[in-house]
């Protein structure tokens, strides 16, 4: 398995974020990985938090085989929309692979294949091309080939 630097290179998580656990279910074909915010020393010594949104669910991009699933719990003024591994309100997938999905999509893979190589939920996949077709656009925080 991949240790938790190695994991937050692949992931593109830098400062104020750091993975905070992963939890790997070898049985199941799943990750998880639970990013937060890093908190600074004086954090630390005064216990104090900062308040934060509910913790948020997306499906990413499968690390070595494995469906990938990211918990984040952000600070309320957190900026998510240009973080790669973050995602919509309007599905389950991270910024990057809903561009994933919109490449393979657009050139030509029927839903069913991508379902079947990517161990996707048809639901899910449905969500994801609701949302689409509703924004007539890309879903991500970059358009696709960016």
């Known amino acids: 398995m991949l240790d938790r630097q190695q994991l937050e290179s692949i992931l593109g998580i830098d400062a104020p974020w750091e993975l905070r ?3 790997w279910l070898p049985e199941q074909r799943r990750c998880d990985i639970w990013i937060g915010k890093r908190l600074s020393p004086r954090e630390w ?3 104090r938090r900062e308040p934060a949104l509910p913790e948020k669910v997306w499906r990413h991009l499968n690390v070595i085989g494995m469906q990938t699933w990211l918990h984040v719990t952000p600070p309320l ?3 998510l929309e240009n973080l790669s ?3 919509s309100e309007e599905h389950c997938f991270t910024h990057a692979m809903a ?3 919109f490449t393979l999509m657009t050139g030509g893979m ?3 294949t991508l379902c ?3 161990d996707i939920d048809i639901a899910d996949l449905w969500r994801y091309c609701d949302a689409l077709h509703r924004r007539r656009q890309p879903i ?3 358009a696709p080939g960016s």
Do not use: F, Q, S, V
């Open 116 to 118: 079947r190589i990517l």
């Open 140 to 142: 991500g925080n970059a």
């Open 85 to 87: 591994w973050t995602g």
């Open 77 to 79: 003024d957190a900026e």
């Open 110 to 112: 029927p839903l069913a």
């Open 21 to 23: 656990d992963i939890r």
């Open 45 to 47: 010594l005064a216990m």
């Open 99 to 101: 561009r994933h999905l």
